[in-house]
T-cell receptor
Framework: EAGVAQSPRYKIIEKRQSVAFWCNPI?????LYWYQQILGQGPKLLIQ????????DSQLPKDRFSAERLKGVDSTLKIQPAKLEDSAVYLC???????????FGPGTRLTVL | AQSVTQLGSHVSVSEGALVLLRCNYS??????LFWYVQYPNQGLQLLLK??????LVKGINGFEAEFKKSETSFHLTKPSAHMSDAAEYFC????????????FGTGTQLKVEL
């Protein structure tokens, strides 16, 4: 069974630029999560989808971050414009159902200069 | 609200020695607790989870953790460290047994020396 796929694996941009990350969950997984992991900290949930609907986006900085999962399968997370403090690893995870075990992708490491 | 605190951001042990990684939790309701491992450049992998069925939980790779309500702890142990155990370990708490809405600790980097 293929795991959670994320791309790109690494991205370097300058502040005020825009960036997008892509995630393809495990086939059949209805729930998808995006986490932000800043160096030295644990992952922090940004947004959770159930199929193509948002379950929780309470910690998503909506003035600059956006995410979508239009067809209920893959998802994109966008930052526009990026700030220095957005430098982090962005992890995508998926689970079969809303309260199911989460399986994590390898993450995208973002560096904002 | 729930949270976890991991004591010691870096732990170093000799190969063959006992591994002990500490985690204390705070939760207003009975918690569900998890340990994840993260190898370099990889995503998190579930090691084990406590969902109130048994206080001593056995996980993968020889790890186990004991839920102690009186101490609000869920420490991770392994009797004998192996070089391949070197990784970062995260304790997490959730309101649901499946692991929905995970709140992670800050992680403990485990180093295993010869």
């Amino acid at each position: 069974e293929a795991g959670v796929a994320q791309s790109p694996r690494y991205k370097i941009i300058e502040k005020r630029q825009s960036v997008a990350f892509w995630c393809n969950p495990i086939s059949g997984h209805a729930t998808l999560y995006w986490y932000q992991q800043i160096l030295g900290q644990g992952p922090k949930l940004l947004i959770q989808f159930q199929n193509n609907g948002v379950v929780d986006d309470s910690q998503l900085p909506k003035d600059r971050f956006s995410a979508e999962r239009l067809k209920g399968v893959d998802s994109t997370l966008k930052i526009q414009p990026a700030k220095l403090e957005d430098s982090a690893v962005y992890l995508c995870a998926s689970s079969l159902e809303l309260a199911g075990e989460q399986f994590f992708g390898p993450g995208t490491r973002l560096t904002v200069l | 609200a729930q949270s976890v605190t991991q004591l010691g951001s870096h732990v170093s042990v000799s190969e063959g020695a006992l591994v002990l990684l500490r985690c204390n939790y705070s939760s207003s309701v009975p918690p569900y607790l998890f340990w994840y491992v993260q190898y370099p450049n990889q995503g998190l992998q579930l090691l084990l989870k406590y969902t109130s069925a048994a206080t001593l939980v056995k996980g993968i790779n020889g790890f186990e953790a004991e839920f102690k309500k009186s101490e609000t702890s869920f420490h991770l142990t392994k009797p004998s460290a192996h070089m391949s155990d070197a990784a970062e370990y995260f304790c997490a708490v959730s309101l649901t047994g499946g692991g929905n809405k995970l709140t992670f600790g800050t992680g403990t980097q485990l180093k295993v020396e010869l």
